[in-house]
């Protein structure tokens, strides 16, 4: 017979059996799943389409080798990832590694132009940059002639003899003619000739009986011709460049005279004159495209960098949650001066956050010059600062630098124009960045936000300055914000602010809500953002923590999330040149193509950023475009891209099968989860192709393997992830 605690030691392990049960089934449903190669292959496949921008050929099967749990691990800590390949791509971009001053002095734009021309910043030493500034200056100055003339033109209207000023200059044509007549012709000319046919003198006059006397040029029309005729021969000069080697032909190219420099950057534009560059190194490539459009240099190199990296970086993750945050914490590339600063912004702001601590991207978000540009912070002056008021500031302890005035009106004060709050950045942050639209927030808040943050401003935007906080636009006095008080201590009122936000249940919600639409679905289970939530809050906003969160549970595995997010442009451009393994020796193309899908890099105006719900990108001539893209990839019409689509089907030209082709294709693109309908349809046009002829005679031909990748790639099926 047992003892009392024999039998009370018996009841806690038939306990501890009965709560291990679940889990133990549980676990041995795991190992059949994962043991099962089908249930394997859909979790690899899974877990590419959404933790990266799409799976590349042999991805599934290195995922499956290394185990999924394990590949996500390393996907969340991608310091541990060779990267080098993707670096050795990005290693002739030159402009990612300058600064945005650098940048601003290398690539100028019009306002640092016309300081020169002004004689208000001296032309640089740099014979590089001095070519630059050289062909802009000239442009502007043209441009400016231009102006003055047709000013001239219109208050005089007719030229010395009275006539009216013939209509048309001289043409390009007349001017080669008369190039070629200078040194070759010792005939008459053209117009003698044409004189001489007429029976009426070179130059006459068509009147009978009065003296040939020829029509006097308007003075514009003497400039404009004069013009012509310099670029004329200009042209002809730049002509035999390519000739030449590198070295001596970027050294020729400096030491043009300004016309003939002006005649090179303008055969550069529209993306020509690739005979120019051949050959030459990073920095002297940049240096003549600036000649054509400085800034344009390096956004194009940043446009060209995403695209590469979202294609080539092992660091899949890191690229989509680079992605995610600068689209969260979005900046339009077209206003103004953000154009010179977004580099720094995505690679120094968003980039080395997009795995980190929540509010440390927060902070750097809002000392941004780029975000404090986008919003308007930067010329953000507080209403009874010490600028508003127009008062000197005076040095003076405890506040360290300035004394402040008390809040209210001074009358004997000299108030300043045109300065004021701006409530731009206040109402974004708690709308879009943190709490979301329906955070419990009023618009005392947005304008006491907005008073929080007046002094953080820029040093110089235009000419790449950085983040500096400017006591004397700071609002004095405490702030109310969301029934908090906040002392009045400058900088640190806004940094108090960002770390209440960071840390509020709301944030924490609005923050898992947007990933889990990213990753999970366009809506998401309740149950999953709430378990991601508490994560948030209880790991204080570690995004790595939150991520494992989500991809660990049951809802990012369910059934009805397989294939159930619609790919953004951006996202399906990239998989598809990844799935068809692509080599990319410019990108510029791809980037157009972006543009022309609604979906332009670095250009989405709103703060909201793009959508990435399906209901935006889901329309007929979306899915045309899209259909139509595919095709020209697959074909080699994308100018810059290299696709062997024969290669990934695994046949050439001796194997004219293309049911083996295309279910080749199928598995490559697709992993095989293919619809008996998408099938059919492209099995019947290749059919179709390799058969027919006009008598129906013609012996069978190879598969057309590059117009069969291109429909799959087109189909229901690649739009999604």
């Known amino acids: 017979m047992r003892s009392r605690p024999q039998k009370l030691a018996l009841v806690l392990i038939c306990l501890s059996l009965i709560c291990a049960v679940p889990s133990l089934l549980a676990k041995k449903k795991d190992q059949a799943r994962d043991a099962n190669p089908d249930e394997q292959k859909k979790r690899a496949v899974h877990a590419l389409n959404r933790l990266t921008f799409g799976p590349r050929p042999q991805d599934v099967q290195q995922v499956i080798a290394m185990g999924i749990d394990q590949w996500i691990d390393l996907q969340l800590h991608p310091e541990k990832i060779n990267d080098g390949a993707l670096e050795s791509r990005l290693a002739a971009f030159r402009t990612l590694r300058m ?215 092992e660091r899949q993750l890191e690229e989509v949650m680079t992605d995610f945050w600068f689209n969260h914490f979005n900046v339009f590339i077209g206003k103004g001066a953000d154009r010179l600063l977004l580099s ?209 549970s049951p809802e990012f595995w369910a059934t009805g999330t397989y294939r159930a997010k619609v790919k953004t442009p951006l996202e399906f451009v990239v998989s598809a040149v990844r799935a068809t393994g692509g080599d990319v020796t410019d990108a510029m193309p791809l980037v157009r193509q972006l543009g022309n899908m609604g979906m332009p890099l670095y250009g989405a105006q709103p703060p909201t950023g793009y959508s990435m719900k399906a209901e935006t990108w889901v329309s007929s001539s979306a899915l045309l475009n899209r259909m139509n893209f595919s095709l020209a990839l697959t074909s080699g019409k994308i100018r810059g891209v290299t696709v062997n689509a024969a290669q990934v089907a695994g046949s050439n030209a001796s194997q004219p099968d293309s049911a083996d082709a295309l279910a080749a294709m199928e598995n490559a693109f697709l992993a095989g989860d293919v619809s008996k309908q998408t099938h059919d349809s492209i099995a019947a046009q290749a059919k179709a192709k390799t058969t027919e002829n006009k008598s129906g005679s013609q012996p069978a031909r190879p598969a057309d393997v590059t117009a069969m990748a291109g429909l799959l790639l087109g189909s229901p099926e690649f739009q999604r992830r």
Do not use: C
Not at 234 to 243: W, Y
Not at 257 to 269: G, M, T, V, W, Y
């Open 99 to 313: 600064s945005p001053k650098e940048l601003a002095e290398s690539f100028p734009d019009g306002q640092m132009i016309r300081q020169v021309m002004d004689g208000k910043r001296a032309m640089p030493s740099d014979p590089a940059k001095r070519a630059v500034f050289q062909v802009q200056i000239a442009r502007q100055e043209e441009k400016k002639e231009r102006k003055e003339e047709a000013a001239s033109n219109t208050s005089v209207g007719a030229n010395d003899n009275g006539n009216a000023a013939p209509a048309n200059a001289p043409t390009e044509s007349d001017l080669k003619a008369q190039s070629v007549d200078r040194g070759m012709s010792a005939g008459p000319s053209a117009e003698a000739a044409d004189s001489a046919s007429s029976g009426m003198p070179a130059g006459g006059s068509l009147m009978s009986g009065s003296p040939a006397v020829a029509a006097k040029p308007s003075p514009a029309e003497e400039a404009e011709a004069r013009r012509r005729e310099d670029r004329l021969y200009a042209d002809l000069a730049v002509q035999s460049l390519p000739e030449l080697p590198p070295d001596q032909r970027y050294k020729k190219i400096l030491s043009m005279p300004i016309e003939q420099k002006i005649a090179f950057a303008d055969s550069l534009r529209g993306g020509k004159g690739q005979d120019f560059l051949d050959g030459l190194d990073p920095k002297q490539k940049e240096t003549l495209l600036a000649m054509n459009n400085p800034q344009g240099v390096f956004t194009e190199e940043l446009m060209q960098a995403k695209l590469l990296r979202a294609i080539y970086s």
């Open 344 to 552: 720094n912004y995505e690679q120094e702001t968003i980039r080395p956050h997009a795995l980190g601590k929540f509010e440390d991207l927060l902070v750097a978000t809002a000392k941004s010059p780029a975000m404090l540009f986008y919003l308007d912070n930067w010329d953000s002056v507080g209403p009874n600062s010490l600028q508003a008021l127009g008062i000197p500031a005076r040095p003076v302890r405890p506040y360290g630098r300035y004394r402040f005035p008390p809040p209210g009106p001074r009358p004997n004060a000299n108030r300043k124009q045109n300065v004021g709050l701006n409530e731009n950045y206040g109402r974004e942050l708690l709308e879009l960045h943190t709490l979301s639209v329906n955070g419990g927030y009023s618009q005392r808040d947005v304008t006491e936000t907005a008073k929080i943050f007046t002094g953080w401003t820029i040093d110089k935007p235009f000419q790449g300055g950085g983040f500096q906080f400017d006591p004397r636009k700071h609002e004095p006095g405490p702030k109310f914000v969301l029934g908090h008080r906040i002392k009045f201590k400058g900088e640190g009122e806004g940094i108090e602010l960002l770390h209440r936000l960071a840390t509020s249940p709301q944030t924490a919600h609005f923050i898992s809500l947007k990933l889990a639409e990213r990753f999970v679905s366009d809506a998401p289970p309740p149950a999953l953002v709430d378990s991601m939530a508490k994560t948030f809050l209880k790991k204080k906003g570690e995004i790595r923590e939150v991520l494992s969160t989500m991809f660990h």
